[in-house]
């Protein structure tokens, strides 16, 4: 009977094995004739086609069109694009220190990097690049320009840029060296108990910078509570998080593992050093920009019940990419794998089909537990323990940034001030706040806001139907209404501009560990983690099992 139930299990290997090589075989046939139907139309629309082709355009546009049927993380990059994505990831580069952006048709210095050469040289954020090595480079793109400003440390580069302000024209050479962005533009006391750390990305070296930060806090000012502030932090390198949890966390526990495709390729992730304090009070700040590593910080000293997630929701990317090597210096970026914080949950709050983005139904959210068992559930990112109100741009600031008028204010502000006082205590007066809202003229009622494009459908489709005399005049109350609410948008959401007026001028000063600190005084996210720290029997409170993440 043994041996027949052996030769019964026997059988139903061989059954399986055989389906599965003929599912397998089935699969490559298709990949196979798929390939071939491929080349046959390349190749055809390239020797063919009435107008003349850019093979390679074709090519990226392939690439780029069956990629994005996945999920938007998967791309294709080509050598010069490889060398920006890891540049961006270490936090350095070879060259001048300069960030671009495309300004109409100009190229404009959108940012400058402190301590660098462009920043020694006295450029300026607002400058118009106009030359690179005395070649004019008005049909170049963003990519070739920022290519050809970087190089290795030591070469030179000549550039000429004009000052729009004073439209001066200046041709400076400028010898290239290793810029750093600082990943913690700022830490310090925001009273006498309170430390206050910012991460901006998980680049090479966050790990040991927070660190450093926090140590120094110690040393030099004995906090008693500490705010880690992730807000708007895409992300970086996983080992990274790993690196800054082993800062709150003892040596040996589970931060994050990875599940694959490949079974082989799963991975664990614990922190191998000593912890630097394991008992100090701790609040994360997150929000809907905070993600991948920040999740997995926010979500691992969650899980853990090290600290109180303050904010809103982060974003909810839990996915992995690995970089494959694809011929030619190119390589894809493919989501591989998902991630997993301690608790079991992922974070993963989209699922991708077609490269259409589906959100997690409520009805298929998983409860788990954190190491004393608060209730945490999974498919939405990181849910914060204290929920503050998300606030949105008012429509006003939404068009002064797409404008750029804000940033143009700026820059003029720059120019006619060599100095402003320290950037916490900047404020900009009602007088200047009236000379921005005189310089951005007639620019506010001109732009049209959600409302006013909504309105304007409403009337085409009620033309379309031959209603539109009956509702004519609904239609021009409306926009009645909408102008006059546009006219007072400078006195209602004045508090909202001038903080960001604020911060923008003081960048041009103070780059963005001004910006900073002019912001911690006005921060509710700030204001709402010191009075919680206040009162330490809610903060107790929230790290008690039977108290849920969801308030």
């Not at 020694?120 to 290519?147: A, Y």
């Not at 959100?359 to 849910?383: A, M, Q």
Request: charged share 25%; glycine share 6%.
């Amino acid at each position: 009977m043994k041996k027949i139930t052996q030769f019964k299990w026997f059988i139903f290997v061989i059954v399986v094995s055989i389906i599965t090589i003929a599912t397998d075989s089935n699969r490559l046939l298709k990949i196979s004739q798929s390939m071939e139907n491929f080349a046959d139309v390349y190749r055809i629309i390239n020797d063919q086609y009435v107008d003349e082709t850019d093979p390679n355009q074709l090519m990226r546009v392939a690439l780029d069109s069956m990629l994005s049927h996945l999920d938007p993380y998967t791309n294709y990059f080509s050598e010069s694009q490889m060398v920006k994505a890891r540049m961006g990831a270490i936090g350095g580069w070879d060259g001048i220190g300069v960030e671009l952006m495309k300004y109409g048709k100009k190229v404009v210095l959108k940012s400058i990097i402190e301590d660098s050469p462009a920043h020694k040289n006295k450029l300026r954020v607002g400058d118009v690049l106009q030359k690179i090595d005395e070649t004019v480079i008005d049909d170049w793109t963003i990519e070739d320009i920022s290519n050809s400003l970087q190089g290795k440390a030591g070469t030179k580069v000549t550039i000429e840029v004009l000052r729009p302000s004073t439209d001066t024209i200046t041709i400076l050479t400028l010898e290239r060296t290793k810029v750093t962005k600082k990943n913690v533009p700022y830490y310090g006391m925001l009273n006498d108990e309170t430390g206050y750390i910012v991460l901006t990305t998980f680049s090479q070296q966050a790990g040991a910078n927070v660190k450093d930060a926090f140590l120094e806090l110690q040393e030099n000012h004995n906090p008693k509570q500490i705010i880690l502030d992730l807000r708007n932090n895409g992300g970086g390198f996983l080992i990274e998080a790993v690196r800054i949890c082993n800062i709150f966390l003892k040596k040996g526990l589970e931060i994050v593992y990875t599940r694959n495709k490949i079974p082989e390729w799963d991975r664990s992730f614990k922190t191998i050093n000593e912890s630097v304090d394991t008992k100090i009070p701790l609040i994360i700040l997150i929000n809907d920009r905070s993600a991948s590593a920040s999740e997995i910080v926010a979500g691992a000293l969650q899980d853990f019940d090290r600290a109180i997630l303050l904010g809103v929701n982060s974003f909810g990317k839990g996915l992995v990419q690995n970089t494959k090597k694809i011929g030619y210096s190119s390589k894809v970026k493919l989501t591989t794998a998902k991630y997993y914080i301690p608790s079991g949950r992922c974070v993963q709050a989209l699922n991708y089909k077609n490269g259409v983005p589906i959100c997690v139904p409520d009805s298929l959210r998983k409860e788990f537990k954190t190491n004393i068992g608060r209730i945490v559930y999974d498919g939405k990112g990181v849910e914060p323990d204290v929920l503050l109100k998300g606030k949105e741009n008012s429509a006003l600031l939404t068009a002064l940034l797409e404008k750029h008028l804000i940033f143009d204010f700026a820059n003029l502000y720059r120019e006619n001030h060599d100095s402003i006082v320290i950037a916490k205590d900047f404020q900009l007066s009602d007088e200047e706040f009236n000379q921005f809202i005189a310089f951005v003229g007639d620019e506010w009622e001109n732009y049209k806001t959600k409302s006013e494009v909504a309105l304007e459908k409403v009337q085409n489709q009620a033309r379309k139907e031959g209603i539109d005399d009956e509702l004519s005049s609904v239609f021009n109350q409306s926009l009645k209404n909408i102008k006059v609410i546009k006219k007072n948008g400078f006195n209602k959401n004045k508090n909202e501009i001038k903080q960001r007026l604020q911060q923008e001028i003081v960048s041009r000063y103070y780059f963005m560990t001004g910006q900073v600190e002019n912001r911690l005084a006005g921060d509710d996210y700030v204001n709402e983690a010191i009075n919680l720290f206040s009162d330490m029997d809610k903060f107790e409170e929230l790290l008690k099992p039977e108290k849920s993440n969801n308030n």
